[in-house]
């Protein structure tokens, strides 16, 4: 093909950009956008995968607030990048790099003031939650430079999306304190939890436990290794004391009033029980389970800059489990079918990409 077609097809390309909008709760549909401006400082992606988040789910539902009617959702993509904004190239970043994007986005001023702990920033924007921003269920996303992390080399494109939800699971790691030699419960063992023991794993944790309900998602655990749970099979406390009873963290990737009880009652006096899980707004406390217990209850949201570099490290290092994670990639036509049934409770073990580039383009 000559160049004088490929510069045209480049064009067409940007002047017809693909973009899944969110019709009305419960419908997504394909719609050409307008390409957004490359700013000074930005970088223009053009996306290869982006993964469907729980929280993209309760979006597409209207269930959890947190998206609105018209916006472009989509927060965990990899891509390569197209372009740059005016001015200078951003350090380190080349044109046809393969980079992963932390979605966490803030204003200069806040960058020195909230180092290390962006999440903090009340003046951040979150990509695929701010209904303002054209986010990456899109076949381009224009994202700040310093946002956007280059993929280890050899690291399969595809695996790039799988950095953000590592970066959650690593999050709720830190803040719950393991530091390695600690027996570890996960309660809830969908696309987090499993992120959850991917770095647990990769951070030699030598005792880690899964409690989950759905079949297909105990044997991909079972999978990495894990002991999995059925707590529906009887009581999570006398099934524990057959692996050595309590444990000394536990991540409750549910967040349910049932998961929170659970997480108390199978975690050590004196232990640690970090939430990270969004299934309820509200929950009930047994408070003597935290005041007469002296546990500690932490939350957990989002991560850090370090944290999101580390996650990527993480998922580079370790290609099998990840290519593990990921059960399904489609293509951007099938998109709102694959929500909705994930909203009706499909029975998919792991993630489920949205394919935007070429798969041929990727294939391994
Ligand atoms: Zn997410």
């Not at 309760?58 to 959890?64: A, C, L, P, R, V």
């Not at 850090?304 to 990639?329: G, H, Y």
Request: glycine share 10%; aromatic share 4%; hydrophobic share 40%.
């Amino acid at each position: 093909m000559s160049s004088d077609s490929d510069a045209t097809m480049r064009d067409e390309r940007k002047s017809t950009v693909r973009t899944l909008v969110l019709e009305e709760f419960g419908r997504m549909a394909l719609a050409d956008r307008p390409i957004p401006d490359v700013a000074n400082g930005d970088v223009l992606i053009r996306v290869a995968f982006t993964g469907i988040c729980g929280s993209d789910i309760h979006g597409y539902t209207g269930h959890n607030g947190r998206r609105a009617v018209g916006q472009v959702m989509g927060h965990e993509s990899s891509g390569t990048i197209e372009g740059f904004g005016p001015g200078d190239q951003p350090h380190g970043l080349t044109i046809g790099d393969a980079v992963t994007f932390n979605p966490v986005v803030l204003p200069v001023e806040d960058r020195v003031e909230f180092a290390d702990r962006e999440q903090h920033s009340p003046r951040k924007s979150v990509i695929g939650v701010d209904p303002t921003r054209n986010a990456s269920f899109a076949d381009y996303i224009v994202v700040p430079a310093v946002n956007v992390l280059r993929l280890a080399d050899g690291m399969p494109v595809e695996h790039g999306a799988l950095v953000e939800p590592t970066a959650v699971a690593l999050h709720a790691i830190r803040r719950a304190g393991v530091i390695g030699h600690e027996r570890v419960l996960v309660i809830g063992g969908g696309p987090i939890g499993q992120s959850v023991v991917l770095v647990l794993r990769a951070l030699g944790v030598p005792e880690v436990y899964v409690s989950e309900i759905s079949p297909g998602r105990r044997s991909l655990i079972e999978g990495m290794g894990v002991p999995v749970i059925d707590p529906s099979a009887g009581d999570l406390v006398e099934a524990l004391g057959r692996h050595g009873g309590p444990v000394d963290v536990t991540i409750d990737a549910v967040g349910s009033s049932r998961s929170l009880a659970d997480a108390l009652a199978c975690t050590v006096l004196g232990g640690t029980v970090c939430l990270v899980g969004m299934g309820e707004p509200q929950v009930r406390l047994d408070a003597f389970q935290i005041s007469t217990a002296e546990r500690t209850l932490v939350g957990s949201f989002t991560y850090s800059a370090r944290d999101f570099a580390d996650a990527a490290e993480l998922v580079a290092d370790n290609p099998v489990t990840a290519a593990s994670l990921i059960s399904r990639v489609i293509e951007p036509e099938s998109a709102d079918e694959a929500f909705m049934n994930l909203a009706n409770g499909d029975e998919i073990p792991g993630k489920v990409l949205v394919a935007f580039a070429q798969s041929a383009e990727y294939a391994k």
